[in-house]
Each structure stands twice: as structure tokens, then as C-alpha cells.
């Protein structure tokens, strides 16, 4: 008899220790293991095939799927002649700096033949974010799609899609991208604009050769989609749209929003979006394109005027869900998208974006500031070498790009490693501008002096120190928007207005309350923009601007955020694979 009580109770105990283990494990999240082997492949678009630098031969790159709270180990190994770095777009990186991938701020890139694991756990966040190449221009073809999901038993705060489908839009070159940039910073003038938007790695069927690269969506009627968009351009802001249908916009840079329901929305470079999409009730007998245009009001100047399309469909009624939808005789409705210039639509729809600020999801708004830094972000110039002609906006400049009028020089090791070993100095200085120097009318007639100062400045801040940025748009050589990314950090965007910031009455109108809160902002053309953040995370992080022609520039700075006394404070030791430069 006690041998049957015995075993009665092993069994609960057992069931209840398991238990119990589940749920340690689903609050605590799990390690996944990825493998990412950079390395060229043939692909074919535009009527034209091309060697590209992919991971693991797949372009766009393979999704990286996890949840919140768990811990990531990226094993990437460069088997391709370039330098290689990878950058976890919006993944906070708390103390592990380490793994945050841009080239020569936080690591020395992969040389080839060379591995480096990326370790980094994600705390606090869920969404969609995404990776990419972070070293000259090779994100061009090396991304791909971050999908954070809610931690196990935990709901979306919207009623679940019956479908997720990621949409990554990406741009196309028919040259090596890395011989026009290079080329580019060799003349001093602007590189050539893209030949093709595309969705997914799809050109779709408004260019030549490409109505079999078209990027289709089935859905069935009265079935809800989320849809997450991520802008992986390199140089273009974007429109888009579904024709005949709207678009509930729930999340942008894995942070939840007030839900709002627009027909048409911009997203920039660097930034992400997650709507939901709800089917017609009934079949339509039509097809539906979803496009996507650029937005851009830079003059002079060129930009890839094209559209990029995918098409909507609906699955037939009694048809297996694996048969094309597609009948060549029914209407194909085209969108309407605005005009690329478009700055009030910009406006209107930045304006709209609020955190959630429940309980579960706050705004932890910074209510008090102790920093306050005003940059001006824009173009200029550098003059031409000696005995050299450029093609930059006269033959004797080139063309450059600043933050507070310095472009930053990116150094021949990593920072955050220098600052880590103590062996910063003749690497870089602490002396990065609060302010312009020189003030001017920043969105007027521009100064007959348009060349810019170059050096590799550091902004220190305290640990945990509140911070209030105001970024304001300069008219030097055109007025232009500017989609800034900060490492490391998501920040709030308290403020934003045209023409110049006015430091007496614009602060007065700041929204403290439910301010939308993401990791990449665009400056508005011939505007300003106003963010703040708590410096919570040590180490070396990069801020720049996302259109990657103006980060080549130099319009990036950096921050530096000292240690804390406490040791969860305080940035990780490096670890022993960290390549050497």
C-alpha cells in the first residue's frame, strides 16, 4: 500500500516539477541558434543576372524568429571578399554593445574566412524589427526580417490576425553597388539612384522583365492580416498602399500604438510597421495591387521615381488554398498614392502615432530632462583635393554631410573597444558639440560658407541620464528628410514642427503623455524634430542618418554612455571571438 501511495505521489510531484519548469522557462524565454554564412549567389532581375552578397544564398536573408525574453546566438561566418558586419536593427542590446554591428563603432568587421558570434537577449521588446549589413553598402542585398513575438500565454493588444505575412521593401541596382559608391566618394558627387523598388526582393510588373517577380498575396474574404512592413531601401522614404482596402496601423519599430486607420502610410529607411489588413466579406472577383512609391523633396537633385507593386488576391471559393487566384480578366485596381512630394500627407500621418500608455504597454516618458542638445542634421560640402576636379554641387566641392557641422571620420578600429581598453586617445575625442557653433537661419537662405568640419567626436553622458534632443533640418544645400536611427535605444518623440525650432514656445506644445515611442525618426524637410530618452544602456552607440548616401557622408555621430555604479550597470567584458581590425 505505501509502495502505491509512494508511487501516486512521484507522479504529481514530477508533473508538478515539470510544470513548474515550463513556466521558468516561458517567463525566462529559451537560447535559439542561427547560422548565417555570408556568401555570393546569381540572382536575376531586370532582365539581367548578377552576383550579390547574400545570407546563406537567400535574398532578402532568412527571418529571424524569436520571442521575448529569449536569448539569440547568430554564428556568422564572411565568405565573401568584402568586409562583413551584421546590425540587429531595434534590438536594445542592453550591456551587450558587443553585438550591435556597426562597423567600427562597436566591432572591426569580419574579414573573410572570418567568424564572429552575435549574442544579445531580448528583453522587453516584441514586434517586428529587422537585421542588415552594417559596413558600406552591402545592406543594399544583406537583410532580412526580425519577428519578436509576445512571450508565451501573452495576447496582442488587437485582436489576433489570422495570418502574419512579413513585406520587406528593398531596392535594386542593376550595378555592383559597392563600385558605385566607391566611384561616388572617388568624384565626390552624388552615386547613382536605384533601378527598382522592390517587395520581398521582387521588382513586380511595372518594370521590364519582371511580371513573373511580383510578389503575390492570397487571402481568403473576411479574414484579417497583419502585414509587417519593414523599409529596407537604402535611399528612399515610401508610400504605400492596397488598393480599395485600408490599413490599421497597431505598431511601428516593435512598439504598440494606438490602433488608427489610414488607406495610405509613409515609412522610412530603418523603420518598421505592423497593420493589420481586412479582407473583403465576399469574394470581389478582382484583383488588388499593393504599391509602393517614394516620397522625396530634395532639389536639386534625382531619385528613383518608379512604383514597386504586389498584387492582392482572393482565393476562389471551393479552391485549394495552394491554386493561383489569378484571372487575367478581372479588374486589377491600382491605388492612389500621393504625390512624392507630399509633405502635409507626412505631416498628417506622423501626427497620428501614439504610444498605447496602458498599464501594461506605459510610456515611460522622461518628465524631467537633465541634458538638453540641439543638432542641426543637413548637407554640405567638402572642397575638392588639390589639383582634382569633383562633380559635388560645384567642381571644386564634393559632397558632404554633418551633424552639428561635424562629419563624423570613421576611425580604423572600434570605438567602443578603445573606450572599453582605455586606449581612446588619437582615436577619439569627447568633445562633440551640444549645439551649433555658428548659429544661422537654418531653414532660410543658406550661408555663403557651406563646407563642413570633419573629425571623430564623442557625445559622454552619465549613466541613466535623461535626455532631450531636438534634431532641426537645414536648407544649406536643399531641404531634405532625414530618418534618423539611434543604437542602443528607443527614445520618445515629444515634438516636431516646420521651419526653426523655437526654444521658447515650441516646448510648451510637447505631448508628455503618449508620445509614440520607436527607434528611427524622420526629421521633417525644412523642419525639427524632438526626441528624449533615458541613457540607461553603457557603451558606444551609433546615430546616423538611415539614408545610407547621407550616412557616407558623414551625416553619424555617436554617444558614449558611461558605466553605472552597479554592476548590472556596467557593459559586458568583450567576448573572445570579437574580431580584430
Not at 233 to 255: G, M, Q, R, S, Y
Not at 295 to 309: E, K
Not at 412 to 417: G, M, P, Y
Request: proline residues 8%; positive net charge; hydrophobic residues 40%.
Amino acid at each position: 500500500m505505501a509502495m502505491v501511495i509512494s508511487s501516486d505521489l512521484r507522479a504529481p510531484c514530477s508533473l508538478l516539477m515539470a510544470t513548474l519548469m515550463l513556466i521558468v522557462v516561458q517567463a525566462q524565454g529559451i537560447t535559439r541558434h542561427y547560422n548565417f554564412n555570408v556568401q555570393m549567389a546569381n540572382v536575376t532581375r531586370l532582365c539581367a543576372t548578377k552576383s550579390i552578397v547574400t545570407v546563406n544564398g537567400e535574398y532578402p536573408g532568412p527571418a529571424l524568429v524569436a520571442r521575448e525574453g529569449d536569448r539569440v546566438l547568430v554564428r556568422v561566418t564572411n565568405h565573401v571578399a568584402h568586409n562583413m558586419t551584421l546590425h540587429w536593427h531595434g534590438i536594445r542590446q542592453l550591456r551587450s554593445g558587443w553585438a550591435d554591428g556597426p562597423a567600427y563603432i562597436t566591432q572591426c568587421p569580419m574579414q573573410t574566412g572570418q567568424s564572429y558570434l552575435y549574442n544579445f537577449t531580448i528583453t522587453g521588446q516584441r514586434g517586428t524589427l529587422w537585421w542588415h549589413a552594417h559596413i558600406s553598402w552591402l545592406r543594399a542585398t544583406v537583410y532580412g526580417a526580425i519577428i519578436v513575438l509576445p512571450k508565451h500565454g501573452v495576447p496582442y493588444p488587437f485582436a489576433a490576425p489570422h495570418r502574419e505575412v512579413p513585406m520587406i521593401f528593398g531596392e535594386w541596382w542593376r550595378a555592383d553597388t559597392e563600385k558605385l559608391v566607391r566611384q561616388a566618394l572617388k568624384t565626390g558627387g552624388a552615386p547613382n539612384i536605384s533601378d527598382a523598388f522592390t517587395i520581398n526582393g521582387l521588382p513586380g510588373p511595372f518594370y521590364n522583365c519582371s511580371a513573373k517577380d511580383t510578389f503575390k498575396l492570397k487571402v481568403e474574404p473576411g479574414k484579417t492580416y497583419m502585414l509587417r512592413l519593414i523599409n529596407a531601401a537604402l535611399n528612399d522614404e515610401l508610400f504605400f498602399a492596397v488598393a480599395n482596402h485600408t490599413l490599421t496601423v497597431v505598431e511601428v519599430d516593435a512598439v504598440y500604438v494606438k490602433p488608427f486607420t489610414v488607406k495610405t502610410l509613409i515609412i522610412s529607411p530603418g523603420q518598421t510597421t505592423n497593420v493589420l489588413l481586412t479582407a473583403k466579406p465576399f469574394y470581389p472577383k478582382a484583383n488588388f495591387y499593393m504599391s509602393a512609391a517614394p516620397y522625396s523633396v530634395i532639389r536639386p537633385g534625382t531619385f528613383d521615381n518608379t512604383t514597386v507593386a504586389g498584387i492582392l488576391e482572393y482565393q476562389k471559393p471551393g479552391g485549394a488554398p495552394s491554386a493561383s487566384s489569378f484571372d487575367k480578366y478581372f479588374l486589377l485596381f491600382k491605388p492612389t498614392l500621393p504625390r512624392f512630394n507630399d509633405t502635409g500627407f507626412v505631416a498628417n500621418f506622423t501626427s497620428k502615432l501614439r504610444s498605447l500608455a496602458t498599464p501594461q504597454y506605459p510610456a515611460a516618458v522622461p518628465q524631467s530632462v537633465d541634458k538638453r542638445f540641439f543638432f542641426t542634421v543637413g548637407l554640405g560640402t567638402l572642397p575638392c583635393p588639390v589639383n582634382a576636379t569633383c562633380q559635388g554641387p560645384t567642381n571644386t566641392t564634393q559632397f558632404a554631410a554633418a551633424v552639428n557641422n561635424v562629419s563624423l571620420v570613421l576611425p580604423s578600429t572600434a570605438l567602443l573597444q578603445t573606450h572599453f581598453t582605455g586606449t581612446s586617445r588619437g582615436v577619439y575625442g569627447s568633445n562633440f558639440p551640444i549645439m551649433p557653433l555658428k548659429k544661422f537661419n537654418y531653414t532660410g537662405t543658406p550661408p555663403n560658407n557651406t563646407n563642413v568640419a570633419t573629425g571623430t567626436k564623442l557625445l559622454v553622458l552619465p549613466f541613466n541620464s535623461s535626455v532631450e534632443l531636438v534634431m532641426q533640418d537645414t536648407s544649406i544645400l536643399g531641404i531634405e528628410s532625414h530618418p534618423l536611427h539611434l543604437h542602443g535605444f528607443n527614445f520618445f518623440v515629444v515634438g516636431q514642427g516646420v521651419g526653426n525650432y523655437d526654444s521658447v514656445n515650441d516646448p510648451a506644445k510637447f505631448n508628455l503623455v503618449d508620445p509614440v515611442e520607436r527607434n528611427t525618426v524622420g526629421v521633417p524637410a525644412g523642419g525639427w524634430v524632438a526626441i528624449r530618452f533615458l541613457a540607461d544602456n553603457p557603451g558606444v552607440w551609433f546615430m546616423h542618418c538611415h539614408l545610407e548616401v547621407h550616412t557616407t557622408w558623414g551625416l553619424r555621430m555617436a554617444w558614449l554612455v558611461l558605466d553605472g555604479n552597479l554592476p548590472n550597470q556596467k557593459i559586458l567584458p568583450p567576448p573572445s571571438d570579437l574580431p580584430k581590425c
